[in-house]
């Protein structure tokens, strides 16, 4: 048997913001038709998507110990020593396919949209309907940003998705929900009364990204708790003023509030559960040692290191060799904990990989030209960060 198996094409599908779908969320490429077309999940569905010609010759590849292109980035964390999706998969459903297995649509990777009411640094309008918006007041209804805007309300005009899904829903056992921000997702609460009242909830396990802006009082009361299990992962990448840069408009202190109601949900309800997702970035790798404390001051239940790849020019690799060192100097992993550690090594070994020099200049600007529209000042809330990288 290969070992380059990942279990996922055998068992899942993605769909994005914009309508497209992907064997999973690290996967390069959309799932294409005959034609070498992007299949789209309001004409096509997410069954036929699953079963179309293109999964088809991922599993084959996999099965013939072939490494298919689009699973590049999984193949490039396992070659620094980072646990990839690929291999957290396989341990997570414990599960490794092989020539005879038949696959079957259990774990459903929800990216419902990109209405989102965040437009963090890190994102953009692929995800971030906020974020489509200002692009399109400074570049005009024109740009890429409006298209997007438009193909992002996909999950709120495809009946044939959420026909779909009621379809498959006896075979689901694990559903990831994210967006956009999934809790302003009306549509979804609706699919989520439909598997409580078919008695199907019991066998589901959800997990979600929040950004924590939102609070879902009747879903924590009615729906949540009918479930196997559910997960919430708070997306928080850094603290007090520089958390309120990155994920703008974001507040502080009401993410924390609301943190703190969740917990409390979750000593009431035994299937409830909480995560941190940190996305370690250009923005918040020079304080990842403080974020680390607050994060091992806090009673998650679990923790993960999210690595920036889907824009180099905020990944932590590109940065200047000075801006390496000064991260080096603040590391002390002996304070951190064991899990934390564990996670942390294998980044700094990713952020020192050779720089893309060429992203300087467009990093700069990208800044500059963000902070003006939104009335920030970078180099107020980064003083030795902006320092170095000007």
Not at 109 to 118: E, M, P, R, S
Request: charged share 25%; aromatic share 10%.
């Amino acid at each position: 048997m290969s070992n380059n198996i990942c279990p996922l094409p055998w068992m899942s599908i993605e769909t994005s913001p914009i309508g497209t779908a992907r064997p999973c969320c690290l996967a390069r490429e959309s799932i294409k038709d005959q034609t070498g077309t992007d299949m789209q999940i309001s004409k096509h569905g997410i069954i036929e998507m699953f079963d179309s010609l293109y999964m088809q010759q991922i599993r084959q590849t996999m099965l013939a110990g072939g490494k298919p292109e689009t699973c590049k980035l999984c193949w490039d964390e396992e070659a620094v020593g980072r646990k990839s999706k690929r291999l957290s998969s396989i341990e997570k459903f414990r599960f490794t396919p092989d020539i005879n297995t038949k696959p079957s649509l259990s774990f459903i990777d929800l990216k419902l949209g990109n209405q989102c009411n965040l437009k963090c640094r890190m994102c953009g309008s692929w995800s971030s309907s906020s974020w489509a918006e200002e692009e399109i007041a400074l570049d005009g209804d024109n740009s890429r940003a409006a298209v997007w805007l438009a193909q992002g309300q996909w999950p709120n005009v495809s009946e044939k998705f959420w026909d779909d899904l009621e379809q498959v829903m006896p075979h689901i056992l694990y559903m990831e929900i994210t967006g956009g921000e999934p809790l302003m997702i009306k549509n979804h609460y609706r699919f989520l009364k439909q598997a409580v009242e078919s008695g199907h909830s019991k066998h589901i396990s959800i997990h979600y990204n929040t950004n924590g802006t939102l609070l879902p009082k009747q879903a924590m009361r009615d729906l949540w708790p009918h479930f196997k299990s559910v997960e919430m992962a708070f997306s928080i990448d850094d603290l007090n003023e520089r958390f309120e840069y990155q994920r703008h408009p974001a507040k502080w202190d009401l993410v924390n509030h609301n943190m703190e109601q969740f917990w409390e949900h979750s000593k009431q309800h035994p299937n409830f559960t909480t995560q941190i997702c940190c996305t370690v970035n250009m923005f918040n790798i020079t304080n990842i040692q403080n974020v680390a404390y607050w994060i091992q001051s806090k009673p998650f239940d679990y923790v993960y290191l999210n690595l920036l790849h889907s824009d180099p020019v905020w990944s932590i690799k590109n940065l200047p060799d000075s801006v390496k060192q000064l991260v080096m100097s603040r590391i002390d992993l002996i304070k951190l904990s064991g899990d934390i550690r564990s996670q942390l090594v294998p980044i700094l070994d990713f952020m020192h990989q050779p720089a893309e020099i060429a992203l300087f200049t467009e990093r700069k600007e990208r800044i500059i030209k963000h902070d003006d529209f939104r009335k920030e000042n970078f180099i107020a809330v980064f003083p030795e960060l902006s320092e170095l990288l000007c």
